[in-house]
T-cell receptor
């Protein structure tokens, strides 16, 4: 079966711009989580959506937002980009979060210049 | 919220050597524990998981992990590594979200 698909794979943006990243979960999965991966901070949880509702949120500023559509696809938006937002953004899908196994996409590499 | 501590930042081994990576988590009641692996240029993949039952769990590619509740530990082991085991390994704990350790880079020399 198809895995978790993230688009685009690479992005270069300028400070102050905004960006939207997309994630298509595995068919049937209703939970989508987003993580930021950086060399200094490791993997940090951004937020989780389940059935179009944000169910959990990490400690990131309000510039980071997301949404989930009725087909479980999810988007993440970062507004007013800062240099420190450069990272690999990972999406993970599961049946329903909690103790379910999470399957990860290959990520979107965002570079802010 | 859970915190996860991985003992080693970088481990260098020769092929056929044994591997053990330490992982400790903060107390938080019932926990679900995972080890993920990230091979160079690839996405995070699940190696193994522990939800309940036998504290010794076996995963893919010959890996196993032991859950020791009294020590809040979930250490990963492999008796004999191969060059293809070169990767970054992450321990993770799930309460309402996956909390990851900082990761351990494992380099296996041929």
């Amino acid at each position: 079966k198809a895995g978790v698909t993230q688009t685009p794979r690479y992005l270069i943006k300028t400070r102050g711009q905004q960006v939207t990243l997309s994630c298509s979960p595995i068919s049937g999965h209703r939970s989508v989580s987003w993580y930021q991966q950086t060399p200094g901070q490791g993997l940090q949880f951004l937020f989780e959506y389940f059935s179009e509702t944000q169910r959990n949120k990490g400690n990131f500023p309000g510039r980071f937002s997301g949404r989930q559509f009725s087909n479980s696809r999810s988007e993440m938006n970062v507004s007013t980009l800062e240099l420190g937002d450069s990272a690999l953004y990972l999406c993970a899908s599961s049946w329903g979060g909690g103790d379910n196994e999470a399957f990860f996409g290959q990520g979107t590499r965002l570079t802010v210049v | 919220a859970q915190s996860v501590s991985q003992h080693n930042h970088h481990v260098i081994l020769s092929e056929a050597a044994s591997l053990e990576l330490g992982c400790n988590y903060s107390y938080g009641g019932t926990v679900n524990l995972f080890w993920y692996v990230q091979y160079p240029g690839q996405h995070l993949q699940l190696l193994l998981k522990y939800f309940s039952g036998d504290p010794l769990v076996k995963g893919i590619k010959g890996f196993e992990a032991e859950f020791i509740k009294s020590k809040f530990s979930f250490n990963l082991r492999k008796p004999s590594v191969q060059w293809s085991d070169t990767a970054e390994y992450f321990c993770a704990v799930n309460d309402y979200k996956l909390s990851f350790g900082a990761g351990t880079t494992v380099t296996v020399r041929a």
